[in-house]
């Protein structure tokens, strides 16, 4: 409510009797009738208030991200590059999550994390020294003996197997029936663990390998595959 003050001044009534004194000012009181509010009106303004702020906040996040992702100098491609990585890990995020749930209705899903898969083996054989590894057409293979090696820092390394192979039937030479030469075409090779070989039509992979007792595990494989590579190759 408000209120506002008027004064009266009075006149003589003749025009040639000049003015000796002013009449006390008689105060006037106006009363405001009382408005109803305005709610379109505040509406509004609270409207453009909510929209103000989130413009304010859309722009202050946008700051925060080009400052983050832009660095000295590299603007361009630096921060492309980045805004790809980042829609890239979020729709991973979201994949990843949606996965999950759909997983709880199939407990039989498939494997999720990638698997390291080793080659099929059809069985695993333990040969002590003097023992025979495999056996081909032609050739054989023997465990001789284990040594070990003490300038290696990997346990896989400090065992190592001593193999000879030879001829299963050897070659003759005979002169008048009197046998002259014999050859095994004996030779020494080398197996560490995890090294491949070849022995006739089999392939086969150095399991493990123990110096006490002195043994080595062989095992074949399920399917012979070209691609091996391989320490020893014997028909």
């Known amino acids: 409510m408000m209120k506002v003050m008027a004064y009266r001044i009075e006149h003589s009534a003749s025009g040639n009797q000049q003015v000796t004194a002013r009449a006390d000012p008689q105060p006037v009181i106006l009363l405001e009738t009382k408005r ?8 509004i303004r609270l409207l453009g208030a909510a929209v103000l702020l989130l413009l304010v906040t859309l722009l202050t996040i946008l700051v925060v991200i080009i400052t983050n992702l832009a660095g000295i100098g590299r603007v361009g491609d630096d921060l492309g590059g980045r805004a790809r990585n980042a829609v890239d890990s979020a729709g991973a995020t979201l994949q990843r999550s949606a996965q999950r749930v759909t997983d709880r209705f199939d407990p039989a899903h498939l ?8 080659a099929e083996f059809s069985q695993l054989a333990t040969t002590s020294v003097g023992g025979d590894i495999a ?9 001789v003996e ?7 820092s990997d346990p896989n390394e400090t065992n190592f197997a001593v193999v000879e192979s030879r001829l299963v039937t050897p070659r003759e030479t005979t002169v008048l029936g009197v046998t002259v030469l014999r050859d095994e075409e004996r030779r020494t090779d080398y197996l560490y663990k995890a090294e491949s070989f070849r022995v006739g039509d089999a392939y086969y992979k150095v399991n ?13 494989y399920r399917y012979a595959d070209s691609n091996v590579a391989l320490k020893i190759a014997l028909d």
């Open 36 to 43: 109803s509010p305005n709610l379109l009106g505040l509406l």
């Open 111 to 118: 494997p999720r994390e990638p698997l390291a898969y080793d």
């Open 135 to 143: 056996q081909g057409s032609s050739h054989v293979l023997t465990l």
């Open 146 to 152: 284990i040594r070990s090696r003490s300038d290696t």
């Open 208 to 220: 493990w390998i123990a110096a006490a007792p002195p043994e080595i595990a062989v095992a074949r």
